[in-house]
């Protein structure tokens, strides 16, 4: 499965608080290790006393004082929390989110604008030799989490005949809410009682998902990172899981070790955003320029979208409309 490599530090460096003037995020745990290298790559360019960039992890020691002279919080744990929290508190204390979920868009302004900037994909995964097959359809996936197929030879006669085990990760999980949503195609399916919740998403080390029925939602992309990309650890990695295709379109391109194209260009592929206050985001101020700076299309200067390779090196695909705008009154639950 590759060799594992210390990501980027999580969180602002131990004893470091950003300062007052810095760029501070929260939110998802998709992408937070590449915001974490994004924030070392991008701080390391930054002149002294101008913004810098931090993100904190989604999950860690709380509650957390994200810049000097802020509101003392809850750490946001994934995208729903952390667009709460974009909401709740001024730039003094945060000033961006990460969401790997859908924008609730508008074509007039609203309070909250949401810049796309990478693709990934939600896919399922089940244990490498146990008894899960290597493809699903939509409608047997669908079948296993409303639990009106419960064995594998319900969905199959030439399968085994022992009861299979769906998992979803925590009720916060972006994940689990992308991956609900593309089984339901496009309204998210309500788990039956069979299912049970509760690992932490992309996390394929939980003891409870090292069983030969389990099927349990897994990030395409974080999967790429954590396997092919050097970033797994010990506890972040898939463990005995590998993804699996559906509808016959495999999930993972193998000749590349990266995303199928194909596979995320389905339901059940995803945009990955950055949201904002759309006043500070589009403000003349310095911290409107210095967010664009950051954020921005490459041909703006945007360092985000001016590094692909930084996207393609955590394991998702790049996208055309990289740094453009979307009004959004919310974002999808």
Known sequence: MG???????????????????????????????????????YDATVMPGQPRLFSWDATGPSPITPKTGSTSIARPDGTLAGFSALGLYTASTVDYLRSARQPVTDLNPQPYLFVPFARDAVTWAAKAGGHAPANLSTNQLRSIYQCTATTWSQLDPSWINTTIKPVLPQLNSDTRAAFLKAIGGGTAVTPGACVTSGPRNDRGTDPLLNDDDVVFPYSVG????????????????????????????????????????????????????????????????????????????????????????????????????????????????
């Open 3 to 41: 060799v594992l490599a210390p990501a980027a530090v999580a969180d602002p460096p131990i004893g470091v608080v950003p300062a007052a003037i810095d760029l501070v995020g929260v939110g998802a745990d998709t992408t937070q290790g590449f915001m974490n290298q994004t924030s070392n790559d």
């Open 222 to 333: 974080v999967y790429v990172d954590q396997v092919y990309r050097g970033h797994g650890t010990a506890v972040e990695s898939p463990g005995p899981l590998t993804v699996r295709a559906v509808n016959a379109i495999a999930s993972l391109d193998s000749a590349t070790n990266s995303i199928n194209p194909a596979f995320a260009a389905t339901v059940y592929g995803r945009v990955l955003w950055h949201g904002f206050r759309t006043a500070e985001y589009t403000a003349t101020t310095a911290r409107g320029i210095a967010l664009r700076k950051v954020f921005g299309t490459a041909s703006s200067s945007g360092w985000i979208c001016g590094h692909p390779a930084v996207i393609t090196g955590y394991g998702f695909l790049t996208v055309p409309t990289c740094g453009t705008s979307a009004y959004a009154t919310g974002i999808s639950p």
